[in-house]
């Protein structure tokens, strides 16, 4: 059996962490919308790992001072944040 490289696993728990954002409808409407640009971002096929990661680390640093996110959807940005921070080529 193959071994998925460790950015690929990164790469999928950020992924899934931003589906739970965008899905939750108690999110406000912007925030859940830079979940999905960074989602396009994580999943674009022509970017390397690292300039996936940064984009995306870009797009969620803005929102993640927004007053009207819910406090537990901050703990999840910053937490992908984290995870993306990681990520390098």
């Known amino acids: 059996m193959a071994k998925v490289p460790d ?3 990164k790469l999928r728990n950020a992924i899934y962490l931003l589906v739970s954002i965008v899905n939750d409808t108690a999110v406000p409407r912007n925030i859940r919308r830079a979940a999905t640009e960074a989602l396009n971002q994580l999943r674009d096929e022509k970017l390397t790992p690292g300039v996936k990661a940064a984009n995306a ?3 969620l640093d803005q929102v993640s001072q ?3 996110m ?3 959807t901050r ?3 910053w ?3 984290a995870i993306l921070e990681t990520i390098h080529d």
């Open 7 to 9: 950015n690929e696993v």
């Open 57 to 59: 680390i870009s797009l």
């Open 66 to 68: 927004d007053p009207n």
């Open 70 to 72: 819910p406090l537990n």
């Open 75 to 77: 703990t999840k940005i």
């Open 79 to 81: 937490q992908i944040i």
